[in-house]
């Protein structure tokens, strides 16, 4: 299944955006434990991070930031998958000199990274990409580059689930609705 899931990612080849299916994928972590995004989503809202290269500056900022700011993501429910190309070895070492508290995904064939077209052109290295990903598979929020360093945004989009904690009291510029004025009474 997992096989044909990939296979339609390849063809529609297009990142998702807000309000898309996320495709599906069942995974190892470092630790050998498997994960089903449609199996986490029903527990709270997912947070994919692919990242480039374990060990590198900008990688390292980026999931040290999660890694402080995870029990914000306990508090909404939120669960992280931090993807890499890099291998196992490679990225077990990372968690582990990092202390992170989150399970770290090796991608080195790039089969997930393809399914969310995140690939880098000409090498199976991805993009900086974050995807929230809640309910049903909805995306709820997509960061890339510099801005899915922070974790920020990518915690104000987790939805609040019945019985969970109070979200982040801020929420970046530009992702608060709109609000309809009253009309006036007399």
Do not use: H
Not at 76 to 99: H, N, P, Y
Request: proline share 8%; net charge positive; charged share 25%.
């Amino acid at each position: 299944m997992l096989n044909s899931l990939l296979v339609v990612g390849w063809l529609s080849a297009a990142i998702p955006q807000v309000g898309a299916t996320a495709p599906d994928f069942t995974v190892k972590d470092t630790a050998g434990t498997t994960y089903t995004l449609s199996e986490m989503v029903k527990k709270g809202p997912v947070i994919v991070a692919f990242f480039p290269k374990a060990f590198t500056s900008g990688c390292t900022k980026e999931l040290t930031a999660y890694r402080d700011r995870y029990k914000d993501i306990e508090q909404v429910q939120g669960q992280v998958l931090a993807f890499s190309t890099d291998d196992a070895e490679t990225l077990t070492r990372f968690k582990t000199e990092l202390k992170a508290p989150f399970a770290f995904i090796p991608d080195p064939d790039g089969k997930v990274v393809g399914a969310y077209d995140v690939k880098m052109p000409v090498l199976t290295v991805s993009k900086r990409y974050t995807f929230v990903v809640g309910e049903d598979r909805k995306v709820l929020k997509v960061d890339e580059g510099k801005d899915a360093i922070d974790p920020t945004g990518a915690i104000v989009a987790c939805p609040l689930r019945k019985g969970g904690a109070a979200k982040p009291a801020t929420a970046p510029a530009g992702n608060t609705p709109p609000t309809k004025a009253e009309p006036a009474t007399k």
